[in-house]
Nanobody
Framework: QVQPVESGGGFVQAGGSLRLSCVAS????????MGWFRQAPGKEREFVGA????????NYADSVKGRFTISRDNTKTTVYLQMNSLKPEDTAVYYC?????????????WGQGTQVTVSS
């Protein structure tokens, strides 16, 4: 079972950048699809993107495509979310999670989240 701990959130102006990290303990990290999700106040949690166990394949929500990049370092059991050209609508709590498949409904082992606030 993977137990993620997110960090790196903060306050940034529109157009700025942040890099989130998710350190995930557990023996299955290197075989897990790792995903990033976010939840804004009053909204449901939404998929941001995911990365394959090897790191060679990624998938992104249309709303972040071209601005966000997911990467991972299996030697450090860490997955990253590089966020560029941030917009106020990116404001949310960001979570990472693990899955054995690419199905959004299969993600589990949620972290506590890290807050990202983008001012206009």
């Amino acid at each position: 079972q993977v137990q993620p701990v997110e960090s790196g959130g903060g306050f940034v102006q529109a157009g700025g950048s942040l890099r989130l990290s998710c350190v995930a303990s557990g023996r299955t990290f290197s075989s897990s699809v790792m995903g990033w999700f976010r939840q804004a106040p009053g909204k449901e949690r939404e998929f941001v993107g995911a990365i394959s166990p090897s790191g060679r394949r990624t998938n992104y929500a249309d709303s972040v495509k071209g601005r966000f990049t997911i990467s991972r370092d299996n030697t450090k059991t860490t997955v990253y979310l590089q966020m560029n050209s941030l917009k106020p609508e990116d404001t949310a709590v960001y979570y990472c999670a693990a899955s054995s498949t690419w199905s959004i409904t299969d993600f589990h082992s949620w972290g506590q989240g890290t807050q990202v606030t983008v001012s206009s």
